[in-house]
Structures are given as structure tokens and as C-alpha cells.
């Protein structure tokens, strides 16, 4: 029997499992590299720039969304708020990455958060998100749960963990260039079970008093889903 495909999870022509693999590992890589490149004394602005000129020479296509970088406080805002390019990061603070470039015509997207010094709530904070996100995937895998009810349940585990997840961040389709086309919405209002290599779990964190949090963020992809 063919499977009835839902428009909100269609694919263009060009769409290949093994290509969209091949841009979640670049962008992976992207991201802990770009990590690596920000130091204490950079501002937000600096960052990015770091950022851009890395994905240019790693050979990415494009970009499909602007390349994030928070730093501080600025790690509770979401994608749409606006950023504060003059921001410094400290000695001892928090900050994460976030972007969206096309490897092979195949969009990736990619985040996760960084710490400076030794702050234990954030420390903990970025463990937390990765650790959630890894949570919920597993679900996903096992339980085949609707896009809501993972975040459902992300929003339940997050406070068992002591922190808050952020709803207005609820995950987003992805695909061959350009994705936008299907009009998919937010995989946190997605009433079906997520197809494979075409959805991306986002995950934000805020520290229950303390004024930050934490971001993480990958394809659900099943084990499969290369093959």
C-alpha cells in the first residue's frame, strides 16, 4: 500500500535521505567548530562574523537563515527577537549558535550552547538542553508520538529537570532548498507522528531564576533513515 503523504511533509524532486544526513553531520561539525572559535571579549557582532566566514569556508552553498550567536542574557531571547551585536562575552558566562546553511542543495540546521569559566548553573543548563533533546528523540523513536506531544512532553521533563521550557520555540520542517514552500508550521502543532530526516526539534531552556538559558536543536532522524 503507498503511504498517503501529508502536504506539510512533502518533498522537492532533489530530496535525498543520504544528502540531508550528509548536511546534519556538516552542520553538527559547523557548530562545535564555531564554538570553539568564540572567546571571552568577543561582542555578539564579532561572533557572527566568525561564524559566517566559517560556513563560507567549509563550502556551504548558502545560508537559508541567518546565522544566530547569543551571549549572556540574550540566550532567553528567540530566533525573531532582535539581537544586541554590542553585547561582550564574559570570563564566566553562557552562549550558543544557531544555523541554517544548504550543503548540496540539502538545508541543515544546527545549535547548541557553549560556557565560559566554570559557572555550574550553566554548565548545567547547557547539559540539560542536549540532555532533553536526546529525551524526546528517543520518544520519538520508540513511542512514534505526534510533533505536540513530544513537546508536551519536553515541557513536562524540563520542569522535572528544574528549568522552563520556552513554547514559542516548537521546531520547524526542513528539506531540498527551499523548505518554506510547504507551508508546514511548527512541529510542536503538528498532530502526526514526524516523518524521518525532515523535521527539526528545537529546544530552549531557561534557568528557573537566574537570567539565562539555553538552546539545542537537530534533525529527527531514525537509524534508517540513510538507508
Not at 567548530?33 to 562574523?49: D, F, H, S
Not at 528549568?163 to 502543532?189: C, E, Q, T
Not at 514526524?194 to 536543536?217: C, M, N, S, V
Request: with cysteine; proline share 4%.
Amino acid at each position: 500500500m503507498t503511504k498517503t503523504i501529508d502536504p506539510r511533509e512533502a518533498v522537492g524532486q532533489a530530496y535525498s535521505a543520504q544528502a540531508m544526513l550528509h548536511a546534519r553531520e556538516r552542520s553538527m561539525q559547523a557548530v562545535q567548530e564555531i564554538g570553539r572559535l568564540i572567546r571571552p571579549g568577543m561582542t555578539e557582532q564579532q561572533a557572527r562574523e566568525a561564524a559566517s566566514a566559517h560556513l563560507l569556508a567549509m563550502g556551504i552553498d548558502r545560508i537559508w537563515h541567518p546565522t544566530i550567536v547569543r551571549f549572556g542574557p540574550a540566550t532567553l531571547k528567540t530566533f525573531k527577537q532582535a539581537s544586541e551585536p554590542g553585547r561582550v562575552l564574559g570570563e564566566d558566562d553562557i552562549y550558543f549558535v544557531d544555523i541554517g546553511p544548504v550543503w548540496d542543495g540539502h538545508e541543515g540546521d544546527a545549535g547548541d550552547t557553549f560556557v565560559t569559566g566554570s559557572d555550574r548553573d550553566m554548565q548545567a543548563a547547557a547539559l540539560a538542553a542536549r540532555q532533553l533533546w536526546r529525551e524526546v528523540s528517543e520518544l520519538w523513536r520508540a513511542q512514534h508520538l505526534s510533533g505536540a506531544d513530544l513537546y508536551a512532553q519536553a515541557a513536562s521533563r524540563a520542569e522535572a529537570l528544574g528549568w522552563r521550557l520556552n513554547l514559542d520555540i516548537k521546531g520547524h520542517r526542513v528539506s531540498d532548498f527551499p523548505h518554506a514552500i510547504y507551508k508546514a508550521g511548527s512541529l510542536g502543532d503538528f498532530g502526526l507522528c514526524p516523518d524521518t530526516g525532515i523535521w527539526i526539534l528545537e529546544i530552549q531552556i531557561a534557568h528557573p531564576q537566574r537570567p539565562f538559558g539555553a538552546f539545542y536543536e537537530d534533525i529527527l532522524m531514525r537509524d534508517d533513515a540513510a538507508a
